[in-house]
């Protein structure tokens, strides 16, 4: 299985970006994806998950602002990001796995500034 994100890029303080992954090989229909983020210094934090039946979890921090969804046909998971903050800043990775944590596949990161 390989995960192929795009959509990072620099955007002002307060702009909106969307990241796309798609997942391509022998894909479960039955599984999670979703989005961590890792800033620079820092280890790789869940920004937000959905599942194959379309169960969200954000973390608190992204709440209200980005919003995840999945095409299951064409196996494409996005994080809408709204409202971008300075400190949304860093490499985002997608991945596809069992559960909210359960990591079975990482896409290549794909980065993300925000100015201020």
């Known amino acids: 299985v390989q995960l192929q994100a795009s959509g990072g890029g620099l955007v002002q303080a307060g702009g909106s970006l969307r990241l796309s992954c798609t997942a391509s090989?022998?894909?479960?229909?039955?599984?999670?994806m979703g989005w961590f983020r890792q800033a620079p210094g820092k280890q790789r934090d869940l920004v937000a998950s959905?599942?194959?039946?379309?169960?969200?979890n954000y973390a608190d921090a992204v709440k209200g602002r980005f919003t995840i969804s999945r095409d299951m046909n064409k196996n494409t998971v996005y994080l809408q990001m709204n409202s971008l903050k300075p400190e949304d800043t860093g490499v985002y990775y997608c991945?596809?796995?069992?559960?909210?944590?359960?990591?079975?596949?990482w896409g290549r990161g794909t980065q993300v500034t925000v100015s201020s």
């Open positions: 991945y596809s796995g069992y559960a909210v944590r359960s990591i079975q596949y």
């Open positions: 090989g022998s894909v479960s229909s039955n599984n999670f």
């Open positions: 959905i599942s194959s039946g379309g169960v969200t």
